[in-house]
């Protein structure tokens, strides 16, 4: 299994802007680290300029979501194929700020993945429990939940990834152990294997939530951690380019 890292602007971005970032990236992977996958997921207005910007590099672009209709009346939605035709090959999905800020259930994550899942995207879908959650030592039971109702059936064969994200550690500085994340990780590596069976252990399982340059590598060592999921430290290339050549070689 290779390790992925995911740069997930979130809503930052604008053209030039987003066109330097991007080719940065390129241009300081090079010929390096061929055995990282390397992934940017701008706002859906960047896309298909992206998408244009890295053609020809090992770099692939996704959106940060997708609705789970291929067309019709949702106005101000975009749908899986639409990402497809702008040039995405993967799409973020039930990020912790979505199920926030627009009310995404597990049901309706799991809709888009089949969504993204039909047009040919590979989906990552996040979960993570709150600081609450954790306190009152729900958080594995949180995550399973997520994972059992997020998930859809081919999930596992079209190797899908999955993004812990533990919603107290997003845009905090804050992270937990590597104890907690190894712990986590195991719990999410076990559900995957029991629900898919040999298809659960090619999954990959990303850790996000304050990954930068200085945290990277003891992160990216912990056993069932696949790569990271990167928010802020995605928008300024050194500092993206760092974790990427934090990543293992191999992941065991
Ligand atoms: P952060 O965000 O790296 O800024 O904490 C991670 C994410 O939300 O994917």
Same mark, same amino acid.
């Given at each position: 299994?290779?390790?992925?890292?995911?740069?997930?602007?979130?809503?930052?971005?604008?053209?030039?802007?987003?066109?330097?970032?991007?080719?940065?990236?390129?241009?300081?992977?090079?010929?390096?680290?061929?055995?990282?996958?390397?992934? @940017?997921? #701008?706002?859906?207005?960047?896309? *298909?300029?992206? %998408?244009?910007?890295? /053609? &020809?590099? =090992?770099? $692939? !672009?996704?959106?940060?979501?997708?609705?789970?209709?291929?067309?019709?009346?949702?106005?101000?939605?975009?749908?899986?194929?639409?990402?497809?035709?702008?040039?995405?090959?993967?799409?973020?999905?039930?990020?912790?700020?979505?199920?926030?800020?627009?009310?995404?259930?597990?049901?309706?994550?799991?809709?888009?993945?089949?969504?993204?899942?039909?047009?040919? @995207?590979? #989906?990552?879908?996040?979960?993570? *429990?709150?600081? %609450?959650?954790?306190? /009152? &030592?729900? =958080?594995? $039971? !949180?995550?399973?939940?997520?994972?059992?109702?997020?998930?859809?059936?081919?999930?596992?064969?079209?190797?899908?990834?999955?993004?812990?994200?533990?919603?107290?550690?997003?845009?905090?500085?804050?992270?937990?152990?590597?104890?907690?994340?190894?712990?986590?990780?195991?719990?999410?590596?076990?559900?995957?294997?029991?629900?898919?069976?040999?298809?659960?252990?090619?999954?990959?399982?990303?850790?996000?939530?304050?990954?930068? %340059?200085?945290?990277?590598?003891?992160?990216?060592?912990?056993?069932?951690?696949?790569?990271?999921?990167?928010?802020?430290?995605?928008?300024?290339?050194?500092?993206?380019?760092?974790?990427?050549?934090?990543?293992?070689?191999?992941?065991?």
């Amino acid at each position: 299994m290779r390790p992925l890292i995911a740069g997930n602007w979130k809503m930052n971005g604008l053209g030039s802007e987003g066109i330097r970032l991007a080719r940065a990236v390129c241009e300081g992977l090079g010929q390096g680290y061929t055995h990282v996958d390397v992934l @940017l997921c #701008p706002p859906f207005t960047l896309i *298909e300029r992206v %998408a244009r910007a890295v /053609a &020809g590099s =090992a770099v $692939a !672009v996704g959106g940060q979501d997708c609705h789970p209709k291929t067309s019709g009346a949702h106005t101000g939605d975009v749908s899986a194929p639409m990402l497809k035709d702008a040039g995405a090959t993967w799409v973020i999905l039930g990020h912790s700020e979505r199920r926030a800020d627009h009310g995404e259930t597990n049901a309706l994550v799991r809709a888009k993945a089949e969504a993204a899942l039909a047009a040919g @995207l590979t #989906p990552i879908v996040c979960v993570g *429990e709150t600081l %609450a959650e954790r306190d /009152a &030592g729900r =958080a594995e $039971a !949180v995550v399973e939940a997520q994972l059992a109702g997020s998930l859809p059936e081919g999930f596992a064969a079209a190797q899908g990834v999955v993004a812990y994200e533990p919603v107290w550690a997003i845009g905090t500085g804050r992270t937990p152990s590597e104890a907690d994340i190894g712990a986590m990780h195991a719990a999410i590596r076990a559900r995957l294997a029991a629900r898919f069976g040999a298809g659960g252990q090619g999954v990959r399982i990303l850790y996000g939530g304050s990954v930068k %340059a200085a945290n990277a590598k003891p992160i990216l060592a912990v056993p069932e951690v696949g790569g990271a999921l990167v928010g802020g430290a995605s928008l300024h290339a050194e500092e993206f380019l760092a974790i990427v050549a934090a990543a293992p070689v191999a992941l065991a």
